[in-house]
Structure formats: structure tokens, C-alpha cells
């Protein structure tokens, strides 16, 4: 893992209906080359977003994982930016 | 009362703000439902109030949430533990509610076993949601308090996601908090938006010198002397912890919070308090007879929290250290020292698969006698060892139950009490029905050897487990005890 890399992971919920596997599937792989990953989910209402990332939480996850309501966006610098699925 | 503002306010229900009357071990009655006696009376026994000061601070409250305190007050943050019946007046100035938590909805185990048992609510997540629904929390929450949520149950939010819609939790911390909750806090009493959820990585999770020291007292005088665990057990989240052990000087740190707070007790914590200055998982006497030496200089009551049985034999066996510790401890020759073990399986198949460095330095196929020669030796050393084992593992057969029998047969003339914690895997918990799940016939068997085992020891240990203790809880446990062997007896349990 680069101790400073950051990812920015954005979610879109009529995306994920179509594919709900598709966000831990694409960010299995990522969680052991970044410090830290910053998701943004839009339009999940709470309820949705924290069952949307539990498949994360039974992962051996090494990464800093922040998840953000799309609605409450944070600009920070980031080396990497992704949208899933 | 003394009028004095927080803007955070770190607090949680009754059955976790308690001392349990000094006797941690009642602490499993606040995990399962009132048995055999009204739920009030229950509670008085497992969870009784604490004292409080003229603020409604607790004189001890939970470790956990007390590392969160001393994070905030370090980092200037006006923050405090407040006893949760004394929260209206706080939080009506507070912006913050943190919360942290060893089982919110009784999930875990043991909760989730005593449930699958008797088909009942523990009370544990019935005094949470009362906890969750006090009219001063949902005012508070309506004038706009910030919730966080955290502790080592803070996964089960995930599965009870229409929980924190309906209380309006606004963050779910997941890991080690020490570090990233200054930032989080400012950033709630700043006003800025807070993140739904946080999972706490290697690199944010707190070295040695960035874990505060606790400013106020402990439950029972809890001090922890290491975290992590090195033996990577597949049933364990611990394990994935970096493994880090306390200076001597910092525990003694928080030996002397803990006396000038007025304890007269301290209970030692650490995955396996005989790794503490250990060569890998060998333990080594000096740094261990220091550290006992140096609770003692400042408590006559030291109690520990686990050990591991490998651990034990390897101790006893090399430097003759359980008898060295013991003799250390134990006050006299009536004295007792409690401590909570793993067996977790009789079966040596089940302990390579799932638990292969459980045994080390000896090799998990001899898991068993390693057990048998583990407790002989706590028996010998008057060490009482409150033993788990797990039933329900994903891969278990009919034959690796049969061996745990049979180990639990051999275990019969050692002092000890035997608790078997009932698996239940995280993909059942989606089923809303879940605790409706029954154990199978072997794992029944188990159980009721179990109960065979502790009901043999109990009355031996009870005498002295609650000597000096307060007439109502000594009465109230009794009863219960008598009830059980009585329907015990009943299914012939005890013939």
C-alpha cells in the first residue's frame, strides 16, 4: 500500500440497482493500494447507503474507508478518481 | 446541581454504564433475557446504577468510552461521560451524542445465543432502544445533535440499517476511534457535513503514543496492557488489530486514575495477559512478575481479563509462572483469581482449520490435552477459568462435537465454569427471523454438558465469587442458581 495514495470512488444509486454487486466488486481490488477511499454515494437514502457497503465491512480491509451522502460533498485532492459501477 | 457545558457528551445504556456490583462476570446477565425473576430484579443484579457526581458523570465508566474522553479533552475538545439518566440536562447543550457499544441489538455472542435459547429479546438491545428513544435524545436530536456511533459492535449498525435512519445516527465508526475522532468531532461541532461511515484503517489506527491515557476512572479498574492478538483465530476481528503492549509506565499511569479516583480494584486487559513482554506467543517472567508487582504496589484486589491456554501451560511448565503470578495475586488462601479462556473446540481437526496458531508454540493437533494440562494447572494455582467454547462453526461435523464432549467430560474435577457460545454467521442476520434458528441435537448435547460442568462448580465458586457482596445480589443469584438445578434435575440433567 502507498502510505499518501487516496482514491475518490463516486456512486450513483440508479446505477447500482442495476448492478448492486458492482461497488465492492470493483473496489475489492483498490482497497489494498490506497490509505484511504472516500466514497460518495448519491442519491441512497441512509438506510440503503449502509446496507449498500456492509459486504465491505466482513472484508480484511487495510484501507481507511469514509463514506459520504452524495448530497454532502467534501473537495479534497485525491490521485485517484473512479465511478462505479 | 453544578451548572457546566459539554459539547460532547459520550454515554451509553444501562447495561454497559455499570459496574455490575464489582463482579464483571455478572456482566453475561445483561447479555441475556431476565431468567426465572422479574426483568427489574434481573437488572439490579446484572447492571446496577452507578454513582454519579454532582454533574451526573459517572465515578467509572466504560474503557472504551473513556479513551474517547481523554482523546477529546487532549485535543481541548469540552467533552464527558455522562451517566445515561442524567443526560436531559446536557444534552440540551451538547452537539454531540457519542455513543460506543459491546452489542447495540444483541447480535453477538453471547447475546445472540442466550436469544436462540430461550426466544427472547436480551435485555441488553431492549435497554439500547429505550436508550435511543428518551424524549431528551430526540429533542436533542430534533434541535440538531450529531450522533456517532462506534465501539466493537459498531458492524451491527450496517445490519440494522433502518435503526439509524429512524434515531438519526449520523456516523458509523468501525476500528480503533483514538485517532480520527478529534477531526470528526470538530468537524460535527464546526458544522460540517460528518460522513455516514467510517472504517478505520492500519494507517489511521493509533500507534502507541497517539492511545491517550484515560482521565477518569474504569469499570472495576479496567486497564488495558495490550492490544491486538498474534494468533489470527478465523472466528476473531481482533486479530487484524496490529499488536501493540503498553510501557510499563503507562499502565501504571492509569493504575494511579484509577486509585485517585477511589477504586480499590483493577482488572488487567489484553487478549492474553501472559504475552505481555513475551517472546512471540512464549511468555517471559520478568516483565510479567513487574507488571503484576506494580498493580499490586497500588491495588490489593488484580484481576485479569484473558489468557490464553497454551499460553498457561508454556508459563507454568518453563519458569513455574502461573504459581509465581498467583502467589502475587492471591490474597489468601481462600482467594480465587477469575479469567476468561478459549477452548472454543475439543476437536483437533476443527482447531487446525479454524484456530491453527491457538496452541501455539505447541502444535493445534494436540489442542486437547494442551486444554486438560492448561486447566490442571489453573486448578492447581487456584486460577478459575471462565471458559467459551463455540458451537455452530461454518465446517463443523457430528465428530468434532463428540470430541468436545468428551473434553468437557475430562475437564469435570477442574474448578471452572464452561459457556458454549452459539455461532450464528453474519449472512443469517439478514433473515429478520434469525433467532429462530435451533441448535441441532450434538450441539444440544454440548450445551447441556455444559450446564452439567458449571452446575457441579458453581455453588464452590459462588461462595466465593460473591463474598462481600451485597445481600440482595448474593439472595437474587442463589435463587436463580437453585431454580436451574432444580429444572436441571427435572430433565435429568444432573443424574
Known sequence: ?85 | MVDERFDVVLSVDRTLMTNHHGKEFLGFLATGPPVMVPEKIWMAVAAPRMRVDDLGRPLEAPYGLRKIEAALLDAGIKAAVIDPDYLGKHLKNAKVLGIGHHDYFALGPPSSEWWVLTGREPVNSKCFRKFMEKPEVRMAKKNGLKIIVGGPAAWQWLWMPDYAEKWGVDTVVEGEAEKIIVSLVQDALEGKPLPRYVHVGIQDTPVLNEIPVIKNASVNGLVEIMRGCPRGCRFCSVTLRPLRQYPLEMVEKELRVNKACGLDRCLLHAEDILLYGADGVKPRPEPLIRLHQTARQFFKVVGWSHVSLSAVKYAEENYSLITRLSEIILQDEHDYIGVEVGIETGSPRLAEKIMPAKAAPYPAGSWPSIVKDAFSIMHESRVVPAATIIIGMPDEKADDLVKTLELIEELKDFRSLIIPMYFVPMGVLKNGEWYRAKPNGEQLEVMKACLKHDLRWIKDLSNWYFNKTNPFVKISLKTVIFLVERVAKGFRLLS
Not at chain 1, 446505477?15 to 472516500?38: H, K, M, S, W
Not at chain 1, 449498500?52 to 451522502?69: E, G, H
Not at chain 1, 490521485?79 to 459501477?85: L, M, Q, R, S
Open chain 1, 1 to 85: 500500500m502507498n502510505p499518501d495514495r487516496r482514491l475518490h470512488v463516486t456512486v450513483r444509486r440508479e446505477r447500482f440497482l442495476e448492478d448492486p454487486g458492482g461497488l465492492v466488486e470493483r473496489i475489492a481490488p483498490l482497497l489494498t493500494r490506497y490509505r484511504q477511499i472516500t466514497i460518495h454515494m448519491h442519491g441512497f437514502k441512509q438506510g440503503e447507503l449502509l446496507e449498500a457497503i456492509r459486504p465491505l465491512s466482513n472484508k480484511n480491509v487495510w484501507a481507511t474507508i469514509v463514506v459520504y451522502d452524495g448530497e454532502n460533498m467534501v473537495s479534497e485532492a485525491y490521485d485517484e478518481e473512479v465511478t462505479v459501477p
